[in-house]
């Protein structure tokens, strides 16, 4: 029985976490001050290597002065992840989203991008 336990601890030294906090997100769309031109927006980004799950928000205006967090959401890599994407029906407004990569120990700091949902031709 004790050599069970010494193995267990032994083992779980050998499964290192790695680190990603080096690593950056890359936004893909929308894109940096962008305007798009319907409210069914699709948000997508390049994955990190080693990252278990996305942290994704979105804020009106800005984070800065956010008078609404529209999205405050996880996206997990696991058997069900559909890729680093993600959609969300927004109304006419400004925008900022970011995401950060994550795993059991590490993360990456946010990435971030504004842009403009304008519906209309005002």
């Keep these: 029985m004790v050599l069970f336990a010494l193995c267990t601890v ?3 030294d050998l499964l290192e976490v790695p680190d990603i ?3 950056q997100v890359l936004l893909l769309a929308p894109s940096d ?3 798009v031109v319907q409210t069914d927006v699709n948000f ?3 994955e ?3 990252a ?3 942290h994704i928000q979105v804020a009106a205006p800005s984070f800065e002065n956010a008078a609404q967090i529209v999205v405050d959401t996880l996206i997990v890599v696991d058997s069900l992840y559909a890729g680093p994407k993600f959609n969300k029906t927004l109304t ?3 925008y900022e989203w970011r995401v950060k990569a ?3 120990g590490y993360e990456t700091d946010f990435s971030l991008n504004r842009f403009t949902v304008q519906t209309s031709e005002n």
């Design 92 to 94: 006419d407004s400004a």
């Design 102 to 104: 994550q795993n059991s």
């Design 48 to 50: 990190v290597y080693e």
């Design 44 to 46: 997508t980004w390049n």
């Design 21 to 23: 906090s080096d690593e």
């Design 52 to 54: 278990t799950q996305y």
């Design 10 to 12: 032994g083992c779980e």
């Design 33 to 35: 001050s962008t305007t």
